[in-house]
T-cell receptor, first 109, second 111 residues
Framework: GIQVEQSPPDLILQEGANSTLRCNFSDSVNNLQWFHQNPWGQLINLFYIPSGTKQNGRLSATTVATERYSLLYISSSQTTDSGVYFCAVEGNYGQNFVFGPGTRLSVLP | DTGVSQDPRHKITKRGQNVTFRCDPISEHNRLYWYRQTLGQGPEFLTYFQNEAQLEKSRLLSDRFSAERPKGSFSTLEIQRTEQGDSAMYLC?????????FGPGTRLTVT
């Protein structure tokens, strides 16, 4: 099945810093989403982005489907951005998501 | 639209007992998914429904696990004869086409 890798596994930032999270996947995808999991375990949708670029406030994402990677950019980070960021993909032949292992982000005041 | 809801939010049970979780998807979402997440890992797919039909099951879904979506609306996930290894967060998601929306999860602890 499709494999998903995320880097870095852990990231510690000072408030106000910018960061880039990466997601690599091993095959063509129908669907790619980025999620933020808060401390209570809720997965919050950030982007639905199987290809192209999207922006939402301080966050933006780019997926280059032909090269099988996606990037999540966080600018001017805030302590509330802390948590685990997951990339999840759906391959062309399946209906279920495969999640990456996540990037744990800690933003220090 | 109140989002995906799950009940209960927490469940503590003794090994060997049966448990049942409920998921109410976003109304008119025809697809419903169950995932399991253990500490420090990403969620893992368990099973998927389109309307009332269960279309895909993971090998993770042993014969002690059963899921239903009888009227194509809410779904239940039952675990029989629970084991300590079943302790995890059980997540439900729904979608209309491709973008999935997750509920808050049910945290199961098997003692």
């Amino acid at each position: 099945g499709i494999q998903v890798e995320q880097s870095p596994p852990d990231l510690i930032l000072q408030e106000g810093a910018n960061s880039t999270l990466r997601c690599n996947f091993s095959d063509s995808v129908n669907n790619l989403q980025w999620f933020h999991q808060n401390p209570w375990g809720q997965l919050i949708n950030l982007f639905y982005i199987p290809s192209g670029t999207k922006q939402n406030g301080r966050l933006s994402a780019t997926t280059v489907a032909t090269e099988r990677y996606s990037l999540l950019y966080i600018s001017s980070s805030q302590t509330t951005d802390s948590g685990v960021y997951f990339c999840a993909v759906e391959g062309n032949y399946g209906q279920n998501f495969v999640f990456g292992p996540g990037t744990r982000l800690s933003v220090l005041p | 639209d109140t989002g995906v809801s799950q009940d209960p939010r927490h469940k503590i049970t003794k090994r060997g007992q049966n448990v049942t979780f409920r998921c109410d998807p976003i109304s008119e979402h025809n697809r419903l998914y169950w995932y399991r997440q253990t500490l420090g890992q990403g969620p893992e797919f368990l099973t998927y429904f389109q309307n009332e039909a269960q279309l895909e099951k993971s090998r993770l879904l042993s014969d002690r696990f059963s899921a239903e979506r009888p009227k194509g609306s809410f779904s239940t996930l039952e675990i029989q004869r629970t084991e300590q290894g079943d302790s995890a967060m059980y997540l439900c998601a729904s979608s209309f086409s491709t973008e999935q929306y997750f509920g808050p999860g049910t945290r199961l602890t098997v003692t």
